[in-house]
C-alpha cells in the first residue's frame, strides 16, 4: 500500500522527479564509475608491483631485508621448493631466484645494477619478465653466458643486441668476482626505472659468477588471480612460517615486502568514501529541498488525511516511501549507468600514454582496466540508501507534524 | 533597482528552500576551493621536493649530456655560467655538480656507487641534503678526501662516519680514477632508491680523481618562484654567453613530475565536472519550482503589460542572488578551511610511506592562491546561470492567458 502511494505520489509531478532523479542518477553513476576505475588503477598498480620480481609472497633468510646481500642467502632451497609444493594451492607458480646488486660494464661505460639469476621456465606466469615484449631471445636454463638486459640500459651503455658485456659482483668469497655474458635479448618493461635497474642470467651462470652451489637468495610464489584484496598471501605466509621456522628462513606476503604501498591501499577505501560522501552531499540538498517541496505543496491533502483519522505515523511512512522509492529508483539507474561505463571502458581500457611519465613515476601501468569491486558497489549504495533516508526523515517528520487546523488556515 | 528589491523578495518567499540551495552552492565552492588549493599544495610539495634532491629549478648542461650523461659532456668554464646565473634576479641559489659511476670497496663490502661532487659552500643553496644529515656532519667548504652517503648505502657497505671507502671508476679521459675518501656523514633523503646509491664528495676531490681539469657536468640554480622560471630559462638561452650550452628547466629534468601533474589535474577536473552536474540538477528544482508555482502571478503580471523581458530578467535575478550568496558564503568557507589546514597541515597517514618515497613529507599543506581562490567559485557561478536559464527560457514561453488559467 506504501509502495503504491509513493509510486503514484512520486509521478504528480513528473519533471520535478525527473530532475532529482537525474541528479541522483549522474551521482551514483559517477561514483560506480570513478571508484571502478581508481580501483582499476590501483590493481595494475599492485599488479605491476608484484610482477616486478615481488610475487605474491617470498621466502627469505630474515636478515636479507635490512641486508639484501649475498651473505643472507638460502644455501639449499630444496627442503623450501619440497614444503612449498606441499603447502601451495596447484595454481601457484614458484620461481627460485639469486639476487645481487652488480656492476655491468662495456669498454667504454660503467653502470650499477641488479644482477638476477633466474630458473628461465620457473618465471613463467611468476615475475614480468617472461613476458615481457622482447627483442632477440629468451634466456634458456642451459645458456652459460646468456643474459637479458633492459632497453633503457642498452641505451645508457650505448650497446647493441649481441654485444659481451662483463658482470660484477662481491662472490660468496668476499672477493670481486666477474664474468663475461653476451645479450640474447633486449626487453621492455612497464617502467623505466625496471629497465635501467635488472639484469637476468640463467641460475646456473649466476651461480657461477657468485662461487655457490644451489644457493639462491629467495624463492618468490605467484598466485594467479588474486587481487591486491585478497588476505591469502597473508594466511599462506603464516602458515609457511611455523614450518620454515626449524630451517631458519622466513616468509612473508608482498604487504610486508611492499609497505608503502600497502599502507597507500590502506588509506583507498578511506579516499573512496570520502568521495562518495561527497557527491551524495551534492545531491543530499537537491533531495531535501525535492521532498520538502512535494510536502508544501501537498499540506492541505495531509490535513486533510489527518482529519480523516490518519495517523501521523502512517503519513512519516508513506512520505519517507516517497524518499526511499525515489533513492532506490536513482540508485538503479545509476548501477546501471556506471556498469555499463565500465563495460565499455574495458573493451580498450583507459590510456594513460599521454601521461606515461607521471603513471609511471607512481608506479601505474599505462593502461588502467576499471574494476568493479562487491565491496565498492555495497559502499556507494548503502552511502546513498542510508544517508539519502535520513535526508528523508525531515520532511517527512514536518508532514505528520501538520495538524488539520493549521493547514486548513494556510492555501 | 525596483526589480532588484522584488527579486530579493522573491528569493525569501521560501526560506528553507532558499537557504538549503544556497547551501548547496557554497557546498559546491567550498570543497572547490580547497579541494584545487589542496592539489596545487601538494604539486609545490612535490616539485619542491624533487628539486631539492639536487634538480634545482634550472640547470646548465653540455647539449647531449640530459639525453646521454656521459664523463665527457661537461661544462668546460662553469665560473663564468656561474657569474651569469649569480646576476640573474630571480636566482637564489647556484651550485655546481658532477657526476660518475665508480665501484665503492669499503672493508667488508663492494658496491657499485653514483659519485656526485658538490660545493659544499654552495651546495645548501639547491639541496636540502645538508639539512637531511643522521650521523656525523655534511661537508664543510675546506673538506678534501672527504665524504658523505646515504643511509641505506652505509648500511649495505657496513661503513659509519669515520670509516674510509676505496673508490674505483674512470676518469674523464677515460684513465683509471682511484681515490680514497674518509666518510664524515651519513643522510637520509627519504627516498630509497637516491639513498641506497648516492656519495656526495667535494667537488675539488671529484675534479682530482676523475680528472675534470676544473670542468663540471651541470650547473644547478634554485629560483625563488616557480612561475619565473620558464621566463629565466628563455632569457638565458638567449644571451651570449652560454652559446654552445643547453639550459633546461625542470619540467624537462623531471618529465615525470609534470606528467604525474597533468595525469591529477586532469581527474581531479573531471570529478570536480561530474560534482558540478550533481549540484546543477540539485538546485535546477528549486530554481524550476519558482516558475511553476507562480505561474499565475507571472500571468497577471504580463496581463497588466509587464513585457516578457522584465520577468525573465526578475527571474534571472532571483537565481543571481542565490548563486552570488552561495558561492560567496562558500568561498569564504572554503579560504578559512584552506588557510587553516595550510598552518596545521593534513597527516597523510598510510599514504606518508609512499609519499617519502618522492622526498615528500608526511603532511600536505593546502595552497590558497589566486588560482585556487577563484577557478572553484567561478566554475560553479558558471554551471548555476547555465541552470538559472533554464526557468528564464520557460518564462518566455508563457502566454497571459494559459498562465491565468494555471493554479
Known sequence: MYFRFAWRNLWRNPRRTGVILTAIFVGVASMIFLGAVSRGSMTGMVDNAIGDLTGHLQVRHPEYRGDPALDHRI???????????????????????????????????????VLVGIDPGAERGSSFIAAAPLEGEYLRGDDNNGILVGSALMGTLGIRRGSKVVLMSQGADGELASMAFRIRGVYHADLAATEK????????????????????????????????????????????????????????????????MSA????????????????????????????????????????????LGMRPRRIFFMVLGETLLLLVLGLAAGNLAG???????????????????????????????????????????????????????????KAAQFTPVETMRRT | ME???????NVWRHPRRTLLTILAISFAALLLVFMLSLQLGSYREMIDAAVRLGTGHLQVQAPGFFAEPEMRLTVDR????????????????????????????????????????????????????????????????????????????????????????TLLGQGRDGSVAAGVVEIVGIFRSGVDDYDRAALHMPLVTFDEVFAMGGRVHRVVAAVDRLGAVAELKAALA?????????????????????????????????????????????????????????????????????????????????SAFMSWLGVIAGTAAGAA????????????????DLLRQYGMEGRIYPWLNGISLTVGPVLVLFITVVTALVPAWRVTRLRPVDALRAH
Open chain 1, 75 to 113: 644455501d639449499d632451497p630444496l627442503p623450501v621448493l619440497e614444503l612449498l609444493a606441499e603447502i601451495l594451492p596447484s595454481t601457484a607458480r614458484i620461481a627460485p631466484r639469486l639476487r645481487v646488486d652488480a656492476v655491468v660494464s662495456t669498454a667504454r661505460k660503467t653502470a650499477g645494477v
Open chain 1, 197 to 260: 635497474r635488472c639484469v637476468f642470467v640463467p641460475l646456473a651462470a649466476a651461480r657461477r659468477l657468485l662461487g655457490v652451489e644451489r644457493a639462491v637468495t629467495e624463492v618468490a610464489v605467484t598466485l594467479p588471480g588474486t587481487t591486491f584484496e585478497s588476505d591469502l598471501p597473508a594466511r599462506l605466509a603464516r602458515q609457511l612460517n611455523g614450518s620454515l621456522v626449524d630451517v631458519g628462513l622466513t616468509a612473508a606476503p608482498w604487504r610486508e615486502l611492499l609497505p608503502a
Open chain 1, 264 to 307: 597507500y591501499l590502506g588509506m583507498f577505501d578511506f579516499f573512496l568514501l570520502i568521495w562518495y560522501l561527497v557527491v551524495f552531499v551534492a545531491m543530499g540538498f537537491g533531495i531535501a529541498n525535492t521532498v520538502l517541496m512535494a510536502v508544501f505543496e501537498r499540506m492541505r491533502e495531509f490535513g486533510l488525511l489527518r482529519a
Open chain 1, 339 to 397: 556498469g555499463a561505463g565500465v563495460v565499455l571502458l574495458n573493451r580498450t581500457g583507459l590510456d594513460l600514454s599521454a601521461f606515461a611519465r607521471g603513471a609511471e613515476m607512481w608506479g601505474m601501468t599505462r593502461i588502467v582496466w576499471p574494476r568493479i569491486a562487491l565491496s565498492d558497489l555495497l559502499l556507494a549504495n548503502g552511502t546513498v540508501l542510508v544517508l539519502g533516508v535520513l535526508t528523508g526523515v525531515y520532511p517527512a517528520l
Open chain 2, 3 to 9: 526589480d532588484l528589491r522584488l527579486a530579493w523578495r
Open chain 2, 78 to 165: 662553469p665560473d663564468a655560467v656561474v657569474i651569469l646565473l649569480r646576476a640573474t634576479p630571480g636566482v637564489t641559489g647556484v651550485s655546481c655538480r658532477s657526476q660518475s659511476f665508480a665501484l665503492a670497496a669499503s672493508a667488508h663490502r663492494t658496491r657499485g656507487i653514483l659519485v656526485e661532487g658538490v660545493d659544499p659552500a654552495h651546495e645548501p643553496e639547491i639541496s636540502a641534503v645538508d639539512r637531511q644529515i643522521r650521523a656525523g656532519r655534511y661537508l664543510e667548504p675546506d673538506d678534501r678526501q672527504r665524504a658523505v652517503i646515504g643511509g641505506l648505502l652505509a648500511d649495505r657497505l657496513r661503513v659509519a662516519p669515520g670509516d674510509e671507502l
Open chain 2, 238 to 318: 638567449a644571451g651570449d654567453t652560454l652559446a654552445g650550452l643547453a639550459v633546461r628547466d625542470w619540467t624537462e629534468l623531471l618529465p615525470g613530475v609534470k606528467q604525474s601533474i597533468q595525469l591529477d589535474l586532469v581527474s581531479g577536473f573531471i570529478t570536480y565536472g561530474v560534482l558540478l552536474v550533481v549540484v546543477a540538477f540539485s538546485i535546477l528544482n528549486t530554481f524550476l519550482m519558482a516558475i511553476f508555482e507562480r505561474t499565475r502571478e507571472f500571468g497577471v503580471l504580463m496581463a497588466i503589460g509587464t513585457p516578457t523581458r522584465r520577468l525573465v530578467r526578475l527571474v534571472l535575478l532571483e
Open chain 2, 337 to 352: 578551511l584552506t588557510v587553516y589546514f595550510s598552518h596545521a597541515g593534513i597527516g597523510m597517514g598510510g599514504a606518508a
